[in-house]
C-alpha cells in the first residue's frame, strides 16, 4: 500500500512538472508521427481496456506534426487512459489519427452521459469526469484529476486546438488538432 501511494505521488509531481513545462514556450521541436504515438499508446494500455471489458479501435493516418514527442505523447495516454476509466464494462474507446482537414488525434468512448457543466471544467485541475472516481474498476485507473489539464496545456504549447463534446448515447468524444509539420 505505502510503494503504491510513492508510485502515485511520483505521477503526481511527473504531471505537474509537464503542465508547468508546457504552460510556457516548448523546448523541444521536432518531426513527430501522430500514428506512431497513439499505436504505441494503445498498445501500451490495451491490457488494462481488456481487463475493463472494452473494445479498442484503432484508425491510423499520417499525421507529422511539429512539436515536443514526450508531451505529445503524454497528451494522446491522458486521453485514452481517460477514456477507459470513464467508461463501462463492455464498452468501447475509438481513436483516429489523420491528417484531413488538419493533423487531429479523436477519442472517443462509450460511458456515462456528461452535463453540459461537467463536460465544460473537465479542463481545469483536479476535475475528473462524473466527479468522483467511484467509476473506476482497477486501483491503477484512479486519478489526480489533471489528465484533461495537461492535455489542454500541451494543446496551447503546440498552438492546436481542443474540442470535448458528450456523446448523445454517453462518453465523450475528444478532438485535438496540431498544426502539421
Known amino acids: 500500500a505505502v510503494a503504491r501511494q510513492v508510485e502515485r ?8 512538472l509537464t503542465l508547468a513545462r508546457t504552460e510556457g514556450a516548448m523546448i523541444d521541436r ?3 508521427d501522430l500514428a506512431a504515438i497513439a499505436g504505441d499508446v494503445v498498445g501500451h494500455l490495451a491490457p488494462r481496456a481488456a481487463r475493463a471489458g472494452l ?3 484503432l484508425e491510423l493516418a499520417d499525421a507529422v506534426v511539429v512539436g515536443d514527442a514526450p508531451l505529445l505523447e503524454r497528451l494522446v495516454a491522458n486521453l485514452v487512459e481517460n477514456a477507459i476509466r470513464y467508461n463501462e464494462p463492455g464498452g468501447f474507446v ?6 484531413v482537414p488538419h493533423a487531429r488525434v479523436i477519442v472517443e468512448n462509450s460511458g456515462p452521459v456528461g452535463r453540459p457543466e461537467e463536460i465544460a471544467g473537465l479542463t ?4 475528473r469526469h462524473g466527479g468522483t472516481d467511484a467509476r473506476a474498476r482497477e486501483p491503477e485507473a484512479r486519478s489526480f484529476g489533471l489528465g484533461m489539464t495537461v492535455v ?7 498552438g492546436g486546438s481542443l474540442h470535448i463534446e458528450s456523446r448523445p448515447t454517453g462518453g465523450l468524444r475528444v478532438e485535438v488538432g496540431v498544426p502539421p509539420a
Not at 475509438?94 to 491528417?99: L, R, T, W
Open 152 to 158: 489542454r496545456a500541451v494543446v496551447a504549447a503546440h
Open 55 to 57: 473494445d479498442v479501435q
Open 124 to 127: 481545469e485541475p483536479f476535475t
Open 9 to 16: 505521488s511520483d505521477e503526481l509531481i511527473d504531471r505537474l
Open 30 to 32: 521536432a518531426p513527430v
Open 94 to 99: 475509438h481513436v483516429v489519427v489523420g491528417s
